[in-house]
């Protein structure tokens, strides 16, 4: 049964950091691609940023380039999304899966999320 736990959020002030992290089981990690992605209230979920299997190549969304990094484990089967310089517009439920390199496509059910917000 796969399981994808993130924890991590909470409440940041504007120009803060946090860092979220994600416990997958269930699958064989090291195999997949891992994505961070977040759903604004009232938003479409969005993808925020994804990692090859071996952690070699990254891409971001551009809203948060040069401000979160991506980032996997696969000794302990868990990828972290290290966010800086925080924006009340990065205020979301921020979610973890595996997905599809080439098709964007994710691919297990949804977790619980961890809840962000940015605010003073």
């Known amino acids: 049964q796969v399981q994808l736990v993130e924890s991590g959020g909470g409440l940041a002030q504007p120009g803060g950091s946090l860092r979220l992290s994600c416990a997958a089981s269930g699958f064989t990690f090291s195999s997949y691609a891992m994505s961070w992605y977040r759903q604004a209230p009232g938003k479409e979920r969005e993808l925020v940023a994804r990692i090859t299997s071996s952690g070699g190549t990254t891409n971001y969304a551009d809203s948060v380039k040069g401000r979160f990094a991506i980032s996997r484990d696969n000794a302990k089967n868990t990828v972290d999304l290290q966010m800086n310089s925080l924006k009340p517009e990065d205020t979301a439920v921020y979610y973890c899966?595996?997905?599809?390199?080439?098709?964007?496509?994710?691919?297990?059910?949804w977790g619980q999320g961890t809840q962000v917000t940015v605010s003073s």
């Open positions: 899966n595996a997905i599809n390199w080439a098709t964007f496509r994710k691919i297990y059910n």
